[in-house]
């Protein structure tokens, strides 16, 4: 069983910035790709950043040049390091993991429980 444990979210000024941070445990051997979503009130959870083992990455167009994702491999973790912040980031943060392998088999795909960011002055 995999575990997602986010850290990082709270209560920033509009221009201020935060740094999102994902660990995922259990027996992992490696991850295919790992990410963020986010989710507003009454609004669909979005992609917000997602990075590869490869280390390629992809942002939201509404992020970019603001968030930048990053992440370690041997240590399972993900980052999102979030600046610029505006009123409409306010959302709770999804990490997301895919492609989990395993030592003995696939784990398939994992979510944490959500961290909460709220932007508002």
């Known amino acids: 069983q995999v575990q997602l444990v986010e850290s990082g979210g709270g209560l920033v000024q509009p221009g201020g910035s935060l740094r999102l941070s994902c660990a995922a445990s259990g027996s992992i051997f490696s991850i295919g790709t790992m990410g963020w979503y986010r989710q507003a009130p009454g609004k669909q959870r979005e992609l917000v950043a997602l990075?590869?083992?490869?280390?390629?990455?992809n942002y939201a167009d509404s992020v970019k040049g603001r968030f930048t994702i990053s992440g370690d491999n041997a240590k399972h973790t993900v980052f999102l390091q979030m600046n610029s912040l505006k009123s409409e980031d306010t959302a709770d943060y999804y990490c997301n993991a895919q492609g989990i392998i395993g030592y003995d088999r696939p784990l398939g795909s994992a979510w944490g429980q959500g961290t909460q960011v709220t932007v508002s002055s």
């Open positions: 990075i590869t083992r490869e280390s390629s990455t």
